[in-house]
């Protein structure tokens, strides 16, 4: 497979532009070395992922291109050209890998395939394996599209799936069901969930094989009594975060791609994000995260999402 200067692939006989490419990968390598990394430490907000991302897309398009071309899925996958080698360089076991799936509000926009996907379950290991060159994830999380940690939900007495309809209830067992057979074969040891309610807690508990062992909550919200007192009773482990509800909106995506492409190379201006990976890689004997990195997952509206990966679970 060769690459050049017009935003063109070839593959045997066949030539690829970037532009036509109905999914993409992109990798946006190891944000730690970005030299503004502290700016981005206080608040709410989504600024690390989206100067990441840009910053991989102008790289791509202004020094000497390195995509690739999955040909069997139709994938064109962009590296971080100045941080692409990720492997660890030590034993797997001196390693803590925590990764955490983004669901999004376009990561379906099929009336045909549920919503959220199970597929990206999948789809986010598999290229998590790749850039970091392992077979086992310590933690891994899910945020389900719009779910805030509401004290109300807590309070109110409800024995709701706090405003799940039995539909979206039903999808989100469908991930975890994915997940689950990571965990059995050992390539994930933890499984855990973000912004959970006691309430729905209880509700997914009840309805799955294999119980979350985290639960990811806003840092504003970490000091609900009675989240804290059933974390404890069932063994979960809370842990706290600073992300938004929705990371990458497909405005931002579609903004970051428009301000990037050029009249030589560019992507298709339709791209939406499908969901986001978020990963930390920290030293243990140290505590000292060495890497974190994001993966976005992009594609047109007509493209389909049910692509999936050989991954030995």
Same mark, same amino acid.
């Given at each position: 497979m ?10 045997g006989? #066949? ?7 109905? %999914?993409v990968?992109?990798? *946006?390598?190891?944000v730690m070395?970005?030299?503004n990394?502290?700016?981005?430490? #206080?608040?709410?907000?989504n ?6 991302l ?6 791509y ?13 139709? !994938? ?8 692409f ?5 030590e034993d %797997?076991n001196?390693?803590?890998?925590t990764a955490k799936l ?7 926009t099929?009336? !045909?395939?549920?919503s959220?996907?199970?597929q990206?379950?999948a ?5 998590l &394996? ?5 077979? *086992?994830?310590d933690?891994?999380i899910v945020? &389900?599209?719009g779910l805030?940690?509401?004290?109300s939900d807590?309070v ?10 039995k ?11 994915e997940?689950?057979?990571f ?6 040891h933890?499984?855990g969930?973000s ?8 509700? &997914?508990i009840?309805a799955v094989e294999i119980s ?13 009594g009675e989240?804290l ?7 979960i482990e809370?842990l706290?975060?600073r992300d938004?509800?929705v990371i990458l909106p497909s405005?931002?995506? %579609?903004n970051i791609i428009?301000?990037?492409n050029t ?6 201006n339709?791209?939406l994000p ?7 890689v ?6 000292v ?5 994001y993966?976005v997952?992009?594609s047109?509206?007509? #493209?389909?999402?049910? &692509?999936?990966?050989? !991954?030995?679970?």
């Open positions: 060769t690459e050049n200067n017009e935003g063109q692939t070839s593959n006989n #066949s030539v690829i532009k970037t532009s036509d490419a109905a %999914r990968i992109v990798y *946006t390598g190891n070395k970005q030299a990394i502290n700016s981005f430490n #206080s608040g709410k907000n600024q690390e992922l989206v100067s990441a840009t910053d991989t897309l102008k790289a398009l202004y020094t000497k291109p390195m995509w690739t071309f999955d040909k069997v899925n139709g !994938i064109l996958e962009i590296p971080d050209p100045f941080y080698d990720q492997k660890l360089t %797997r001196e390693y803590e890998i983004f669901y999004l509000p376009s990561s379906s099929s009336v !045909i395939e549920p959220p996907p199970p990206y379950v789809q986010s290991i598999y290229h &394996f790749k850039v970091l060159g392992i077979n *086992t994830i933690t891994f945020y &389900f599209n805030i940690f509401n004290y807590e109110d007495g409800s024995s709701s799936n706090d405003n799940f309809t539909s979206d209830f039903d999808n989100l067992i469908k991930v975890w069901t997940l689950e057979k965990h059995v074969n050992n390539r994930i933890k499984l969930v912004e959970f309610t006691k309430n729905r807690l209880e509700s &997914f009840n979350p062992k985290v639960n990811q909550i806003n840092i504003i919200d970490c000091n609900n989240i007192e059933f974390a404890k009773k069932n063994d809370l706290t975060h938004p509800t405005k931002t995506f %579609r428009e301000e990037t009249n030589k190379i560019s992507l298709n339709d791209l499908r969901w986001v990976l978020k990963y930390s920290m030293i243990k004997c140290r505590g995260v060495a890497n974190k990195g993966i997952m992009g047109t509206p007509n #493209s389909g999402l049910n &692509f999936t990966y050989t !991954i030995d679970h």
